[in-house]
């Protein structure tokens, strides 16, 4: 079974992505240290809200360079939402400088009619993916936020999707085994719990199980 | 392109779902996840809870109310009525809801407002307005009355003014139910909902007179609302979710359309 740690750094709901995660084929657990991170064949970082609060915590917790070391071992990664923007260099919400691990920055959405963007949108796919396995083309899927992340130069082949609110924005990002989306597969019923089991497979651990070694300090900042 | 959604509201005391006149002449409806879940396969776009315990201990109920549904239906839930700090608001989000709800709360201590918003984000903070029409002549053009308690309590405040202060404090969605119409069946206050829609810039979720799917497409065109929310209509199945909108598609209306809706 693949094993997934959800990074938990006091960004709100937590039991649907929890819940929604085991539906899909997942034993979860919740990261709110880098300890937990131990044995987990990959990361979830969830979050909304703004990007400045949440490094802060993240930091405070002593999971910041703990989350970087894994992205630079190449392992598996969902971002959702926040935790999506959180990957990029920084935010324009609140001048926050964020993760840095892909090229772009995270802006307000462009010529929005309505802003927050709440609620079920197409997601237009840009190229094949196998987190989008199974899923129809036309599948709407459920957002609720003001920005999005940009990418910037040097993130050829980086979009996965976009969706339309106002302008087209950037919804959905991989990276090997890193990728992102800017909408809530949790709360996407059916064709988020298959987007989110896809995720789970393409996480799952060589027929050899690993050990989970980790490079990362096991003791909380 | 952005749907439109259609939102069920769960009335829900003591740990069950209710109808009635909203206060008055309660009766069992079942059990809160069951709906929920019912609702979700049907099409619901969102679910909303309707917190109208007023016992001292109804709030526990109401968390494990919110868990076990936040188990079964992966859809974003809303909870509404009796949040008052901070504290309360995150102890319903920890418990698997996606937003909070503020009425009463929020005309008491408008800060409160502000200060959820900046701990958790505006998308998370929605802003319930009931309304009633003043009293004069015909039309709006006295406009309308903020009212609190289910309508029992006028509080002098204009909606309209309320609804763009509410927003320049961080509601990130208002919900606007027009007290004149709800229970009524006599439709939407289109005029209600476009004067508000017009004065903000978030997304307005229309409440309170639904009879029929005509009714829902009315709110979309005529009033500008982002989402649509009825309870009695779906509850008693006088119309089905995959009914509504099925009118607001064949209208114009972007809807979401599931498998179980298309079926």
């Known amino acids: 079974m693949t094993r997934v740690a959800v990074v938990d750094y006091g960004a709100g709901n937590l039991v649907s992505i929890e819940q929604a995660l085991t539906a899909a084929g997942a034993d979860v657990v919740m990261a709110s240290g880098p300890a937990a991170f131990e044995g987990a064949d990959a990361l979830v970082v969830p979050g909304v809200g703004a990007a400045g609060p949440a490094m802060s915590r993240l930091r405070r917790r002593g999971l910041e360079e703990p989350i970087r070391a894994w992205i630079a071992d190449d392992r598996p990664l969902l971002g959702i939402c926040l935790g999506l923007q959180l990957l990029f260099e920084g935010s324009d919400e609140d001048g926050a400088e964020t993760l840095g691990v892909l090229p772009g920055r995270t802006v307000r959405l462009r010529e929005a009619p309505r802003l927050p963007h709440i609620g079920w949108n197409q997601v237009e796919r840009r190229r094949a993916h196998s987190l989008f396995g199974g899923i129809d083309e036309a599948a709407d899927f459920y957002f609720v936020h003001s920005f999005a992340a940009e990418p910037g130069p040097g993130a050829d082949g980086l979009t996965l999707a976009e969706t339309t609110h106002g302008a087209p924005f950037v919804s959905a990002v991989a990276r090997g085994p890193l990728v992102g989306v800017q909408f809530h597969p949790e709360r996407s019923g059916r064709d988020g719990l298959r987007l989110l089991a896809n995720f789970v497979e393409l996480a799952r651990p060589a027929a050899t199980p690993t050990t989970g070694a980790m490079r990362a300090p096991a003791v909380a900042g | ?263």
Request: aromatic share 4%; charged share 25%.
């Open chain 2, 1 to 263: 392109m952005l749907r439109v959604r259609v939102i069920p509201c769960l009335d829900v005391a003591r740990g069950r779902v209710v109808k009635g006149t909203r206060f008055v002449d309660l009766t069992d409806e079942g059990d809160p996840p069951e709906l929920a879940e019912r609702y979700a396969a049907e099409g619901a776009d969102e679910i909303v809870f309707l917190d109208i315990d007023a016992a001292p201990d109804g709030r526990g109920t109401l968390l494990e109310v919110v868990e076990r549904t936040a188990r079964r239906a992966f859809v974003p839930l809303t909870v509404g009525g009796g949040v008052r700090s901070v504290t309360e608001m995150r102890d319903v989000l920890r418990a698997g809801a996606d937003k909070v709800s503020f009425n009463t709360a929020a005309v008491r201590d408008p800060d409160l407002v502000r200060r959820c918003a900046r701990r958790f984000g505006s998308q998370a903070v929605v802003v319930a307005i009931d309304a009633r029409r003043r009293a004069g002549p015909e039309d709006a053009g006295t406009g309308w009355e903020v009212v609190v308690k289910g309508g029992r309590e006028p509080t002098g405040l204009d909606a309209l003014a309320w609804a763009r202060r509410a927003v320049a404090s961080g509601a990130g969605e208002l919900l606007v139910t027009s007290i004149d119409r709800d229970g009524t069946g006599a439709g939407f206050d289109t005029q209600l909902l476009r004067a508000i829609a017009d004065r903000v810039s978030v997304p307005v979720i229309a409440s309170g007179g639904a009879a029929g799917p005509d009714d829902f497409v009315a709110a979309v065109r005529d009033g500008g609302a982002s989402a649509v929310l009825a309870a009695s209509i779906f509850h008693r199945r006088r119309h089905s979710i995959a009914a509504v909108k099925a009118a607001m598609a064949a209208a114009g209306i972007p809807v979401r359309l599931t498998a179980a809706a298309a079926a």
